[in-house]
């Protein structure tokens, strides 16, 4: 392989990869038979089954949403990946003996199941399977402290020359976040090396493609599960000698390594779901989220609430020109009225202000958008 392959390699294997999870995600299908929504949700056989006649109820009314007129609705109604299900892994890359991952964009209704392996800096493994969590059923929910994360101890564990010249850079925080490592040839940095969905109190970030013989200067910082972020002063690497790594006094013991705890909570006000997860001595993790294929009434996969009501929508349409969604009131400044709908217990969605199928008011209004929309649920009328 020539000088450049491997690393040009690399990077279409990771815009590969990308695509393949953003179509996994986003993707489209062609649901080519819209005339099957048709067999049941219109006419006589809507009637027989006791439910409304979609078809007739667009057709009646004032604004029409030129989608659901052009019968398209699978772009709202059923999306791929969502009938399959997904399954995703995360690794912490450190021995921690209390680590804390967070698990992304999970469905509120859905019942994951995660297996979960550990491994000793021996190479001793314990592996637990089937752990099972349901967001909507997590009752344990954590305040943010306000503090900022201190950070103690940088160290450069070592410099070496692997694929490219890359060096290792630790430290501690006084309590669980995340590891993000800023550097460059200035004081300015302009490089970023991040680990975002782990937090714990050790850290060891590696950055890769470093240029021999120079000063480059870097600083480290850590953001916990709420976003309080600590910073260090800045400091200097020195690429002009290799530095072997820091030897590891992991004390030779043949227990294999326990799992105390698992733990899943959420952070007040958001639905951010994470795993606690504890050990008798110091582990690396390894996690595996399943998430199971949607079974819903037509057992061909619609889509759940939030995925129709939110994620489909910002298919088309710009989120950022809109009022935030996703979110639930903090109170006391709003409460959203009962005949608004929500999701969630609360969450607010495109659909809460605006009909999904077409409406009798501009924009498919759910309430007068000129007069009284903002002050149904800003009860103060102030909205900053
Ligand atoms: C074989 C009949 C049948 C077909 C075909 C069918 N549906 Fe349904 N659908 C139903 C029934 C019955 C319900 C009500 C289920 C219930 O509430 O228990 C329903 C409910 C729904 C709901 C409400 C679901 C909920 O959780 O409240 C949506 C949305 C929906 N259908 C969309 C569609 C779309 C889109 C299509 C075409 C891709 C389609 N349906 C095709 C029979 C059908
Ligand atoms: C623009 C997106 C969109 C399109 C396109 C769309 N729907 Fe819907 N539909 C929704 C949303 C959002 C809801 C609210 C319930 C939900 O989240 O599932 C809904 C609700 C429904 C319901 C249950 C409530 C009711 O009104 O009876 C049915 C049935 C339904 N849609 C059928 C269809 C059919 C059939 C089509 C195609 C002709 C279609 N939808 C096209 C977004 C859409
Ligand atoms: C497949 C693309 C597509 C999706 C998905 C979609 N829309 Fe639309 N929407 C359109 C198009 C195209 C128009 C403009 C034509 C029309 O008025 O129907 C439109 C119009 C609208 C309008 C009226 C805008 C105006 O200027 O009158 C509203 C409000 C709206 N959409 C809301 C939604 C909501 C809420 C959802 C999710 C439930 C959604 N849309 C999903 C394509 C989409
Ligand atoms: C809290 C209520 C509320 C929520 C939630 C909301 N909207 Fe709107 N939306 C409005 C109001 C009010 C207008 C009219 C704004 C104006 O007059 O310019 C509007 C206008 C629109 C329009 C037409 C005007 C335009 O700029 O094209 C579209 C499309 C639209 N919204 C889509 C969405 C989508 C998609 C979402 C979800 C991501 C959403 N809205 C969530 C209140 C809401
Ligand atoms: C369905 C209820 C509802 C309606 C209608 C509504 N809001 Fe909101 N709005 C909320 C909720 C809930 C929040 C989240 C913050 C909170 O609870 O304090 C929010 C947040 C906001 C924010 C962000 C403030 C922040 O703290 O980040 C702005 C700005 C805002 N709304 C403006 C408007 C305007 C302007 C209108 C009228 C076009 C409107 N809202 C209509 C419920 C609503």
Redesign the pocket.
Known sequence: MGKHTLPMFFLALGVIVFLGLFFAISGHISWSKNGDCRDCHSGAKAKELGLDDVYAKVASLK???????DE?CE??HILKGFKTGRTWELASSELQREQIFFLKSLLWDRKYSVDLKIKDGAGKEVLVTNVQVKPSQISNIVDNDLKEPLIKDVFIEGIRQAVFLEATIGWETDKPSNSIVEYGLTPQYGEISVSEKIFANGHRITIAGLKPKKLYHYRVKSRDIFGNTGVSPDFVLDTSAQVGSRGNDAEIDTMRPQIKKVAFFKTHGTQDIFLKLSSDKPVKAYLTINEPAEIDKHGFGLVPARV???D??????AQGISHPVGIRSNGPKTKIPAELPTIEGGVI???T????H??NK????RLDFERDLCLACHTTGSFL
């Open positions: 604004y029409k949403h030129s989608v659901v007129e398209k772009q709202c129709s009501r939110i489909a929508c910002v298919k088309c349409h969605t495109c659909v202000c605006h009909y999904p077409g409406g501009k924009y498919f209004a």
